[in-house]
């Protein structure tokens, strides 16, 4: 079942008007650190305040003259604001700015990021509830191994999410920044108390360092920690995309009964969120490799950052909250074959049961070497002919001088692959 991505908030934080807003968050809050120093006058920081404001409009047309951003931002405000303007900006630079109101545009992203995996966490922790016992086979290569359940692999989704949870935490924290340190980073016309002071007031810690910017490998780290959780959102993808195979079908993408497939072919149903979930991952890993370029600047600063950042720092945020929310709307519409689980499980007559006989037969005190060689024959004629590998055992004269009928059968008993669910489940509290 498709549904159409109509959230705005990601979008709303990177779009201009948002952008200047956030300027004059850090523009006032840099006030209000001067005026509980003493240094803006009461009288003056109310009516700033209340007389601070901008229009997009008016900064492009300041803009194309100043060619500027920021200059066009303050003067449009300086307007509004009339003779107390001269408080606004005091001692500061343009990256001062720039950069605090960047690090709230990231943490208010990251925010909705994180909201984000606790709605996916949550929609696989009921998947896995309700497929505990759905027992598939399990691939390595992707060739079948041995058996598990559903509700196992997607404790494994479980798990990816809940790390890279913990991750972008981590990196938010980092990036919770700011910076009013003037010129180069050296407080030369500013007090570093009043960077304290607007960082509290926007909730961001002082930086420990800056030089006329914060430096990039905090940015850089932002975006990588994005492109982990868009890899691990293709990780997915590409195990669904694989299940949902006309020959494998065990699991589908869900399908309304209005959509078609294909344009030439009416019986297509296609892993179309698959693909497109696969294919924006790449986007934000690429950005992830421009963010690194970012980190190294000339000397205290220099604006090639700038340009890319304007790119990949919307670009990467509106693309992992899509992607997260289209993978949650894809598992909660899983459509699970259980029937073809069982029926690939026991494909060639069970051959995945392969390692159960090893066992069985070195317990009756064949050599390992052995027993290895007695099992893959068996194995390997049901493969490559199309055979039943129990068939084959219960009529390998060999095998029968160590192995009773019973104790045969008893190793394709698939309850036995299963006996620690419970023990992986406790990890989990599902």
Known sequence: MIERYSREEMKKIWELDSKFQYYLDVELAVCKAYNKKGQIPNEAINDILSKAKFSVDRIDEIEQEVRHDLIAFLTNVNENVGDNSRYIHMGMTS???IDTALALQMKDAGKIIINDINNI???????????????CIGRSHG?????????????????????????FEKVLEE?????????????????????????????LRPAKFSTQVIARDVHAQYIQALALIASVVEQIAVELRHLQRTEVLEVEEGFSSSQKGSSAMPHKKNPISGENLSGLARVVRANSLAAMENIPLWHERDISHSSVERIIFPDSTILVDYMLVRLDNVIKNLVVHKENMLKNTDLFGGIVFSQRVLLKLCS?????????????????????NNGNFRDNLLNDKEVLKYLSIEEIDDCFNVEDYLKNIDAIYRRFDV
């Open 364 to 384: 009756k005190g064949l050599l390992r070497e052995e027993s290895y060689k007695l099992t893959q024959k068996n194995a390997l004629e049901a493969f490559n």
């Open 143 to 167: 060739i079948h191994a041995e058996p598990m359940t559903f509700g196992v692999k997607l404790c494994g989704w479980l798990d990816l999410f809940e790390r890279n949870r913990r991750n």
């Open 175 to 203: 990036v919770s920044v700011g910076q009013i340190s003037g010129p180069v980073g050296t407080y030369s016309n500013i007090d570093p108390e009043i960077e304290k002071l607007a960082c509290e007031c926007l909730k």
């Open 95 to 97: 990256s001062d700015v």
């Open 121 to 135: 966490i949550a929609t696989i922790r009921e998947k896995a509830k309700k497929h505990k016992d759905t027992i």
